[in-house]
């Protein structure tokens, strides 16, 4: 039986063993790059004490939420750390970081690009629709063997499944933007510059940061999926479970994933809302000043 049932399979695996052939060292040159960034970014999330990070974390909670939800940072982190799974919580979130950060870099000037230009918009929003559909364990085969296992080939997996939100809401919050405003700036003279980062970019903020939220939480689901190609972290305990068939392992990794993705959820969604200003206290006239308004 053929790997490939069609034309279409065949051609797509021409692709990948052509892009393998011919490039193999631009890919591992690549790989290394990645690979030392995150290997960086994980060792400097694991060199914070477990207190340091509980504190920083309620506190940004506290400022952003409010005492109830730093309370609930605080149980999940001693949850975790009970479990003995903050290891594999930094690893995680080491990956999760990594591949925000690369979908951000991609994703919002391509949202940007897809809202100023109607051609480009249009040829965006079906690339995305494909990369939205495509199952998530698809990605980890052109992957793995570009880049072999480990964490390099699991962030790029996870960057092509989790970079569509952003660039969608990107380009809503940009054609959102009123008309009016960007009338108002052009006859002050804008320029398009001008009026894509004093305008367009600040009244896009909370939509942009709702596909930000979404990336990270596609992001870490994905992660969770790439633990079969050796990502690491939380994804690999719950593996584990799986492959000893331990509901307590598989239970405890889960309740990892849920308790960590809670918080950068939440932490996220607050960055896109806007920030209250406080009530003005309207003070009561005086009953002199009032008998004398009524006399008048």
Known sequence: MNSSSSIIGQFAANVVTFLFQHFQGGFDAFSAALGAFVKALEDGLGAVPFVVMLVLLMALALWRRGAVFAAFVGIA???????????QTVATLALVIAATFFSLVIGVPLGIWGARNTHVGVV?????????TMPAFVYLIPAVILFGLGRVPAVIATVVFAMP???RLTTLGIRQVREELLEA??????TDAQLLWKIQLPNALPSI???VNQTIMMALSMVVVASMIGAGGLGEY???GIQRLDIGIGFEGGLGVVLLAIVLDRLTESFGGKQRKPRK??????????ATAKAG
């Open 124 to 132: 965006l929003r079906s690339l995305l629709d494909f990369m939205q």
């Open 185 to 190: 700036g052009r006859s002050f003279g804008s």
């Open 209 to 211: 940061m709702a596909g």
């Open 238 to 240: 719950v593996l584990s």
């Open 77 to 87: 982190l001693l949850v975790i750390n009970y479990m003995h799974l903050w290891p």
């Open 281 to 290: 206290v309207v003070k009561p006239a005086k009953a002199g000043a009032s």
């Open 165 to 167: 939100p952003v660039v």
